[in-house]
């Protein structure tokens, strides 16, 4: 029996492309060039470089990314749930697609949150991101993880 692999090689690359986005410094053409990989024809000319100075384009990037991402990781999760098992290094791409999928999901909140700079404050999302975690990251859906090397 031949094992199956959690992804084809575009989506290889592709979640190469989302890892590499997650942990590139924002400020630096990198993320431009991640972007750019990720969308291909999709991505939306601006800015050469990323910033928090309002650029329409660049939002509809990030959106595209996020919508591309939330879809992938789903997919990534029914072929677990179907039985395919990942790789340890297929689990590492996982995590941090799934690591993208819940900055963008909460960064709003959290840049709110850091705005407010309020010490002690409770976190109002922390239950609904908890939950988020535990969903994307662990939960029983990753349950061959320990079986690892």
Same mark, same amino acid.
Request: glycine share 6%; proline share 3%.
């Given at each position: 029996?031949?094992?199956?692999?959690?992804?084809?090689?575009?989506?290889?690359?592709?979640?190469?492309? =989302?890892a590499?986005?997650?942990?590139?410094?924002? +400020?630096?053409?990198?993320?431009?060039?991640r972007?750019r990989?990720?969308?291909?024809?999709?991505?939306?000319?601006?800015?050469?470089?990323?910033?928090?100075?309002?650029?329409? $384009?660049?939002?509809?990037? =990030?959106?595209? /990314?996020?919508?591309?991402c939330?879809? +992938?990781?789903?997919?990534? %999760?029914?072929?677990?749930?179907?039985?395919?098992?990942?790789?340890?290094?297929?689990?590492?791409?996982?995590?941090? /697609?799934? /690591?993208?999928?819940?900055? #963008?999901?909460?960064?709003?909140? /959290?840049? #709110?949150?850091?705005?407010?700079?309020?010490?002690? $404050?409770r976190?109002?999302?922390?239950?609904?991101?908890?939950?988020?975690?535990?969903?994307?990251?662990?939960?029983?859906?990753?349950? %061959?993880?320990?079986?690892?090397?």
């Open positions: 029996m031949t094992a199956t692999m959690l992804f084809t090689k575009t989506e290889r690359q592709l979640a190469e492309s =989302i590499a986005l997650a942990f590139a410094n924002p +400020f630096l053409e990198e993320r431009i060039t972007e990989e990720i969308l291909g024809d999709s991505y939306v000319a601006s800015q050469p470089y990323w910033s928090l100075l309002p650029d329409l $384009e660049r939002k509809s990037n =990030i959106d595209q /990314i996020a919508i591309l939330e879809a +992938f990781l789903q997919s990534i %999760h029914a072929r677990i749930r179907g039985g395919v098992r990942a790789s340890g290094d297929e689990l590492q791409l996982h995590d941090e /697609i799934a /690591i993208y999928v819940l900055y #963008e999901r909460y960064r709003d909140s /959290i840049l #709110e949150l850091i705005q407010r700079a309020a010490p002690g $404050e976190v109002a999302f922390y239950a609904e991101f908890r939950r988020d975690v535990e969903e994307l990251l662990g939960g029983g859906l990753l349950t %061959h993880r320990a079986s690892l090397p």
